[in-house]
């Protein structure tokens, strides 16, 4: 193992105290005018409400799971290694607890520094480019740094208190409840959010621009502040909270696989990479973040001063995935696994690009077929979402046939694992940890991506904050500059989400299969698809996704609907903030947006947690994990169509709004055009898709994945 | 056997006899008015020279792909029971030639008798509407018998040709070529005339309603004459080649999962069943057309007529399916699960009324968000769609089920099966056996269904012709509600294509499975999830669905595009058209329109070919399996969502146009207002979903299994 380990908790304190150091840096900064205060402290405390209430909710909900949860698995679960029925229900519901409150930090952490750095960024936006991208960008830091270092410390930390130096081969299997935990919020923080903000989106755009005729952020919507805020409770906290819960379950999930080779080389070093590798990563986002911007007295071009930070922190990411993997594992076959992972996630970034942004293709055609109306653009964006999973697909596929392959050929020559379980299944178990060894490849980058992602919001909330306080038009030039760029990032976040979702769902169904294998003490468990049940269980897998989704996208209609109905009634109670003289009350808009998402969050969450529950229960294990896989590659395909059509409806309409699109004759079809009010319409049908059901079913295919892991014992025949 | 086959040719030439009598009938009637006529001759010339040229090109392409086939079979292909590779190979070939030839026969009569009924029943409405419901039902019903004999006598033919009668153990396998042929065929009819009919109906409202502002039909629109066309190329050739298919390939599939029990008892009873029951339902079904109308003096609620004759039908198939199981194969096991896949049919029958009729919440909730503008409407609409998937993936799920159980019932009690193959062995057998049954129960009604769907068409057609030939207030009023009726029927139809997809999914892998397992030798062959390619398999199955779509719907697109240059074109060219004193060049849209989707269906149809053939190539048969499953399960719901989304779009807007649709102060929301207007975008942008590419996809999920079937010997290892 080379005592390389005491790097995760380095590397933890370090991310924490950088994410210190960068937080103070930006809450010194200067706050600007006190019309921007005033909005920024209406947006804080509307945020600050919203998750309150949501968190009292997510509270009561994890509490009564959490007794369930050790209540069911009290009474029926066998015996595992050493460790009692009982013993496991108590750690699990413990562990559970533990993960659903590190969850809520992330996003509480992610929320709250993001509502401090939004008024800062548009105060620097009045000076400088640069300095309003360096303090959106360590905003957003902070929130990444600290959630994946409190997902780090919080996995090895339970793994340790639950004896995992002493007994490495059962320990995972008690912190499986901690992943379950941290999804479990996740998917009530990404609904709650995901529904609140794009309610907020919807209903301001459609009573505001369309109904009323006024611009975006107008301060006459009663809406606009419920708006803003739904960017922080969503995009910050929601997304805090699902990529927390993503890097939790899958160094689980990973080390769970290594076990298996720490049975046959009794080497720790195995279930210890996932943690090491993160933690190389989580180093090398810091200098990333700290790269963006150095030595230059402005910067023109805010995407190019990303991709610097990007691409620095990618290579010293592949330095690190080669010292790591040969200092632990010593294979050029795992660093090739491993190198896999991280390409794939910048492959990822950049299909994202071109099937999102306004230079290529996809989104032109968008653009173009709006000139013969709404119909034929929402026919066009499906398609290019449709067709995007064609290029995503092969991908991941390629990726996960490479490491297979590569951990496969490792194996083949790994002397210790042969003699332990023979070469043919030697060679099964190296392939997963080939799979594996990609995934944490991959999630090297997470906390940068994160950074860039959380970014997105500020930089969004920023803008508004100018809008609202009628800042200089330079300042608006600067904020709208950033928001653009946000738009991209937001953008490559969720693709690159799914491709670690899709890579690590091998890895945790894997798991999955491993734990049921310990505790029936079977050689081998077929997921055999001419099974009836297995087949059932595979198709309704893959109906919840479409079912969930239906539930989402409703739950944003009518959560939109509330919101409509007050704005419209301030309009019609209070003639005078039409004319600009009565403020309108935004604190009621908060309020009831607030009711209405949380309202609608449960019905879609329970479903997800029960449905499988009983799709286990009835089918039983088999028929439960291809539930899990069918559902997983339905949940890909999908989360993907609408991530990407609605990144490419939102861009199809700025292309629009930057002039770009010409008629035949070859005249601007600038706004104002009906080609443009064509784009709007897309781009308002993109917005659910986008930001609430396709991040929504990330923590869905994680969720499924903790869930069964947690309640393999339940479903054994 | 009981001598009982003899129903099968009996009831073919009794329905061939029956289906002459029928067009004899509609053909004897009246023509109307010479206006009537010179429209109607109009849409027979451009279906006519359609499908001349669109056959050309599947003559090709099927030849090509024959020669193709024979080559590879015959270089690889192994020994199965007597028959060597060589034979295998031409007897292939042959049978897809064969199959190709009677798809292309079924898709022509449907069209044939279409562009003859449309006519005599703009007529007919000219005196009563039962007389023209009856020339249109029966219309319907000639293309439907006809379509279900044709495949009942040709693969009886086919099979006693290949020596079924005298080796009935290996003669299934020779004829799988025959289901892929029908596949094949279908696939481009369906593509081609999918693409054909929407981008008619796209681009002439489009260009007519929306820029132009003149009413749908519009004599004036160059577009119009394509636009009916479209109506008997798509639904009708398109939607007989559909059903001939899957009454083919189910009836394949059945045959070939009861050789297991016919080499357990010499009894070839079991592999003729699947045949003898659709005898039973043939015949059940020209009762069912007869009664339609029968004794009343006039008609004036058409739909309830049809469900009366539906009703007589489904209780004679009832009666049918008692008796032919009891008299075959003698247990009352085998009887339930033939009844519970004819209660599915109609469970899916009602399913879908609900979500796509106007008399009930999914719609009416569309409905009521069109009020705030199209994208409401679309996120509605598409939540309504994914709902959808929600009932029928329990109720299919509950049929397999069921019906599995039933046949695992049946024999567990059978001792000729538990001697041969074990108890254990038989059991799965059994129950596969049951599936085989419940699908043979539900498609006992597709002769009457089929005839409901060319209904649907053929009124349409009238519907267009009335108007563009000025017929009387009154007549339209008849042919307008016989529309109504018309598309809630081809909705229905549409429900029942997939539910009967989706049960005869699990049979045609199953008799994949048995066709490998033959080859092979092996006893079992496991379709592991957990196998690195089995898995992937399944991804890339599920993926190709959801790429198949975005390649169609932007297929309409593009087609649709060529059209809206046209009709532009002949507006600015002939000032004349728009003031009615100039006709426009109907001919030359027809011409485009073909040239176009001919154009547009070739890549999605080699796609589909193509893409399943180097899978299986590289990731060998059991990752295919999964492929085909995975795709299926996929495919089942994309078709769903894609099929109820369009249906209920489609009636939200009629809904807006009765005047059912109220504001908060209760005042009427009819055509022109911007809820219209709204409701209007939905139901283009379903018009791809629902008519090109959902039914495509009920195709493609048919063309994977006879793929896999006819090539298996090429994915073993």
């Not at 809520?104 to 991208?133: D, P, Y």
């Not at 379950?249 to 720490?262: H, K, P, Q, S, T």
Request: glycine share 12%; with cysteine.
């Amino acid at each position: 193992m080379g005592g390389i380990l005491w790097l995760v908790p380095f590397s933890g304190i370090v991310a924490v105290i950088a994410a210190f150091v960068l937080a103070r840096d930006v809450i010194g900064r200067p706050k600007g005018t006190p019309e921007m205060q005033e909005v920024a402290a209406a947006i804080y405390e509307g945020a600050m409400a919203f998750l309150k209430r949501q968190y009292r909710t997510i509270g009561i909900l994890s509490v009564v799971t959490a007794v369930l949860l050790g209540m069911l698995l009290g009474a029926i679960a066998p015996q595992i290694g050493d460790v009692s029925g009982a013993e496991l229900a108590w750690r699990t519901s413990v562990a559970f607890l533990v993960g659903a409150a590190c969850s809520a930090a992330a996003g509480f952490i992610g929320m709250w520094i993001s509502v401090q750095a939004n008024l800062r960024t548009a105060a620097a936006a009045t000076r400088s480019l640069k300095e309003a991208l360096q303090v959106s960008l360590r905003g957003g830091a902070v929130s990444g740094l600290l959630v994946v270092s409190l997902s780090l410390l919080g996995v090895m930390g339970i793994f340790a208190a639950y004896g995992g130096f002493t007994r490495p081969d059962v320990a995972p299997y008690l912190i499986v409840g901690f992943g379950f935990g941290a999804s479990f919020v996740a998917l009530f923080a990404q609904l709650g959010g995901g529904i609140y903000t794009k309610a907020a989106d919807v209903g301001s755009d459609l009573v505001g621009k369309v109904e009323a005729g006024i611009p975006e952020d107008d301060p006459r919507n009663a809406a606009v502040v419920a708006d803003l805020v739904g960017d922080n409770v969503g995009d910050c906290a929601g997304r805090g909270a699902d990529l927390f819960e993503s890097t939790a379950a899958e160094n689980i999930g990973a080390m769970i696989l290594g076990i298996a080779i720490y049975l046959a080389t009794q080497d720790a070093a195995w279930i210890f990479f996932p943690l090491v590798v993160r933690s190389v990563g989580l180093l090398a986002s810091i200098v990333g973040v700290y790269v963006v911007g150095a030595g230059q007295a402005e910067v023109t071009n805010a995407q190019a001063a990303l991709d610097r930070g990007y691409w620095t922190m990618t290579v010293l990411c592949a330095i690190g995935i080669v010292v790591v993997t040969m200092v632990m594992l010593n294979s050029w076959w795992l660093v090739a696994a491993g190198l896999i992972g991280l390409g794939t996630s910048v492959i990822f970034v950049y299909l994202t690009q071109y099937y999102t942004a306004g230079s290529w293709r996809p989104v032109q055609e968008i653009a173009r077929a709006s000139r013969t109306g709404p119909a034929t653009n929402i026919i066009s964006g499906f398609a290019v979402g449709l067709e995007t999973t064609g290029p995503t697909a092969l991908v991941i596929s390629a990726a996960l046939l490479a490491s297979y392959y590569c951990g496969a050929q490792w194996a083949a020559d790994y002397q210790p694992l042969i003699t332990y379980l023979g070469a043919e299944e030697a060679i099964l178990a190296g392939g997963l940890f080939g799979t594996a060894v990609a995934t944490m490849g991959m999630l090297t980058t997470v906390a940068y991506i994160l950074a860039m992602d959380t970014f997105g919001p500020i930089t969004d909330n920023a803008g508004g904050i100018a809008e609202m306080a009628n800042a200089p038009e330079e300042t608006r030039h600067r904020t709208d500059a950033l928001d653009a760029v946000g738009n991209t990032t937001k953008a490559l976040t969720k693709g690159y989400a799914i491709a670690s979702a899709a890579l690590a769902a091998f890895l945790l169904f894997s798991a999955y299969l491993d734990e049921v294998k310990k505790i029936t003490g079977l050689a081998r468990i077929p997921v055999d698809l001419t099974d009836v049940n297995v087949f059932v269980g595979g198709f309704l897998g893959a109906t919840l996704v479409f079912f969930f989704c239906a539930l989402t996208i409703r739950a944003v209609g009518k959560a939109a609907g509330d919101i409509i109905e007050e704005v419209r009634r301030q309009f019609r109670e209070e003639p005078g903030i039409m004319l600009g003289t009565v403020k309108p009350d935004y604190a009621r808009c908060v309020d009831i947006t607030t009711k209405a998402a949380l309202r609608e969050m449960v019905v879609p969450g329970i479903l997800v947690v029960v449905f499988p529950v009983i799709v286990g229960l009835v089918l039983k294990a088999e028929a439960m994990a291809s539930f899990l896989m069918v559902g997983t590659m339905a949940g890909i395909l999908m989360a993907t169509v609408l991530n990407n059509a609605g990144g490419a409806w939102d861009n199809a309409k700025k292309f629009i709004e930057s002039n770009e699109l010409k008629d035949d004759a070859g005249l601007v079809l600038g706004k104002g055009t009906p080609a443009h009010a064509a784009a709007v319409v897309g781009d308002t049908v993109g917005d659910p898709f986008k930001d609430t059901s396709g991040p929504s079913l990330h923590v869905l295919i994680k969720l499924l994945s903790t869930i069964t892991l947690v309640l393999a014992p339940l479903f054994i025949r």
